[in-house]
């Protein structure tokens, strides 16, 4: 297996992307650890890794709170083993134009999706920096390549995202470590499905949440049919076996970003 006797640990782990990239690199070989802030859903994802034949672990985590992430970490080591990959995927998202939106909504998207993803990052080079090895991936956004309306702060989180991504890769580079953005395009998962989705959000006069997903996948899609975790999990096992590919923000988005 690409990933033998490697440990693996995945924020926003119990549902969607998340639980996609878990079980991926489960799949490869890697023994897992989920983190959520629902540890019920963190819980199932443990259960599907063991399922597999793998070592898991599902840990309680706040990404906001420094000291929430420093303890993920260790526990993380501890129950699995030490780190060799990181997937800092736990974000969040609301649908609101810029003139609605307000100062608290800003900041709490920006703590989850920019700052949780700076707090993991830092404390993962901290265990792997020592040992000159480790890949870290950081879950972005076709919005941080493409801005997309009522969308400002979400895409500015992923745009921090991309950018900081490429910064530390060049950091870490000469220690053995990797730092990549993965960029989901359409998954039909929370983001676009629901009556808090985008689908939903974007309806046409008298279209259907339905009618409105199968419009998007056409129109922004050239392939035109919606992505899955399971597409993100492929792309995040070969970036935890890429030795040279680092400060990437590499999109699974069926060519929208072309």
């Known amino acids: ?19 996609g990239i878990a079980m991926a690199l489960a799949e490869a070989g890697a023994n897992v650890v989920a983190a ?26 706040d990404v906001t709170e420094p000291e929430s992430i420093e303890k993920m970490v260790r526990d993380a080591e501890s129950a699995v083993g030490p780190l060799d ?13 810029v003139e609605q939106l307000d100062a608290e909504r800003w900041d709490s998207l920006m703590a989850v999706n920019a700052r949780g993803v700076f707090l993991c990052t830092r404390a993962e080079i901290g265990v792997m920096r020592p040992r000159r090895f480790g890949r870290i991936i950081n879950t972005a956004s076709i919005c941080g390549k493409v801005g997309l309306p009522d969308l400002s702060h979400y895409c500015a989180s ?16 000469a220690d053995g470590i990797t730092v990549n953005a993965l960029c989901p395009g359409i998954v039909g998962t929370g983001m676009w499905r629901g009556e808090k989705g985008l689908a939903y ?12 997903w199968e419009r998007h996948q056409k129109t922004f899609l050239p392939q035109g049919v919606a992505q899955t975790p399971e597409d993100m999990g492929e792309l995040a096992v070969y970036l935890a076996t890429a030795k040279h590919v680092t400060g990437q923000a590499i999109a699974v988005d069926g060519g929208f970003s072309l």
């Open 158 to 173: 992923k745009f921090a995202v991309v950018g900081f991504s490429n910064a530390v890769a060049k950091e870490v580079a």
């Open 36 to 61: 959520d802030v629902d540890i019920d859903i963190a819980r199932e994802t443990e259960d599907k890794i063991k399922a597999l034949g793998r070592k898991a672990a599902a840990l309680e985590v």
């Open 85 to 97: 990959i990181a997937v800092n995927n736990a974000g969040v998202i609301s649908i609101m134009g």
């Open 201 to 212: 959000a974007w309806r046409e006069e008298g279209e259907s949440e339905d009618e409105s």
């Open 1 to 19: 297996m690409q990933l033998d006797n490697q440990t693996a640990l995945v924020t926003g782990a119990g549902r969607g992307i998340g639980q």
